[in-house]
T-cell receptor, first 114, second 111 residues
Framework: DAGVIQSPRHEVTEMGQEVTLRCKPI?????LFWYRQTMMRGLELLIY????????DSGMPEDRFSAKMPNASFSTLKIQPSEPRDSAVYFC????????????FGSGTRLTVV | DAKTTQPTSMDCAEGRAANLPCNHS???????VYWYRQIHSQGPQYIIH???NNETNEMASLIITEDRKSSTLILPHATLRDTAVYYC????????????FGTGTRLTIIP
């Protein structure tokens, strides 16, 4: 099992550019979560999916952020346009269910917007 | 309001047992206690969870008090690789509640 796979590991982009982060969950896991981590705010849940359907996106900071899960093996988090305050580490996690089971996190994407 | 309270930091000698406390005095009957850790520059790693009974797995033991108002994560023989931030989280068994991370305890294993 390769675990949760995120790409790219690092992304440096200029303010105003579109950024797309990618995640491949563990096969068979019905839940997928996107988290963001900064020094100031810690780990924050942005959005999560169940069976490819977005369930709760209340953590998405602004309309500039969007997430999709076109199939069970792939999800994207897009920021358009990006701003310097979006600089953070973005983690994807998956789980077979939300209760009584741990989430498996990916290695994260470190995003720097200059 | 935070559901859990943890010390900001702790040190433990290598080879000794690391005991990480967590207070969750407002825990309700349907809430589990979860522990995760985050080693520097890595994603959080699930360690263990429990409802009311003590639990043990290959990584750690979780001791939950009888009134469930506090718990202790025990790493029986700490190694330098156990240096990390440890998060104690309470979460209900209703599926729509989010896994919310606090600030955790920064555990440093001393050689």
């Amino acid at each position: 099992d390769a675990g949760v796979i995120q790409s790219p590991r690092h992304e440096v982009t200029e303010m105003g550019q579109e950024v797309t982060l990618r995640c491949k969950p563990i096969s068979g896991h019905d839940y997928l979560f996107w988290y963001r981590q900064t020094m100031m705010r810690g780990l924050e849940l942005l959005i999560y999916f169940n069976n490819n359907v977005p369930i709760d996106d209340s953590g998405m900071p602004e309309d500039r952020f969007s997430a999709k899960m076109p199939n069970a093996s792939f999800s994207t988090l897009k920021i358009q346009p990006s701003e310097p305050r979006d600089s953070a580490v973005y983690f994807c996690a998956s789980s077979p269910r939300t209760v009584g089971y741990g989430y498996t996190f990916g290695s994260g994407t470190r995003l720097t917007v200059v | 309001d935070a559901k859990t309270t943890q010390p900001t930091s702790m040190d433990c000698a290598e080879g000794r047992a690391a005991n990480l406390p967590c207070n969750h005095s407002t825990i309700s009957g349907n809430e589990y206690v979860y522990w995760y850790r985050q080693i520097h520059s890595q994603g959080p790693q699930y360690i263990i969870h429990g409802l009311k009974n003590n639990e043990t797995n290959e990584m750690a033991s979780l001791i939950i008090t009888e009134d469930r108002k506090s718990s202790t994560l025990i790493l029986p023989h700490a190694t330098l690789r156990d240096t990390a931030v440890y998060y104690c989280i309470v979460k209900s068994n209703f599926g729509n509640e989010k896994l919310t991370f606090g600030t955790g305890t920064r555990l440093t294993i001393i050689p």
